[in-house]
């Protein structure tokens, strides 16, 4: 199949198809004699797998490095489970900072007659006052 039903099949833009071909995340696509990409079902594969882990929040750097690990022969299961580790990690520290803003901004909310209102109008007439 072409690069154009390669995306719609994956849900994969061209475009970062191409990408993950230039950064290695997936393998060289070989063309056929018109000079058109022809993917298989293990680049399809591979696909799937880049969007999966970029949707999970690996960067490029990370998912080239854990493929580059699961290409090659040796043994390397220990460092690809250090790299899912450690997005894990960056995944929940990422979701406790989106939780004490979500905390922080209900808590505001709970409070806005009783402590925002007043704060705010405090703020409003400090705007207003001419500067000396």
Do not use: C
């Amino acid at each position: 199949m072409n690069v154009k039903e390669a995306s719609v099949l994956t849900g994969v833009s061209t475009d970062t198809i191409r990408y993950y071909e230039k950064e290695g995340l997936i393998p060289l696509i070989e063309r056929n004699d018109s000079g058109n990409r022809e993917i298989d079902e293990k680049i399809i594969r591979r696909i799937t797998f880049a969007k999966q882990m970029r949707a999970a929040g690996i960067s490029v750097k990370s998912l080239k490095e854990y493929i580059d690990l699961v290409d090659d022969a040796d043994d390397n299961s220990e460092r690809q489970k250090s790299i899912l580790r450690d997005q894990i990690a960056d995944m929940e520290e990422r979701r406790d900072d989106i939780q004490f803003a979500i905390n922080h901004l209900n808590y505001k909310l709970e409070h806005y007659d009783d402590h925002m209102r007043q704060t705010e109008d405090e703020l409003h007439e400090l705007e207003q006052k001419p500067q000396k």
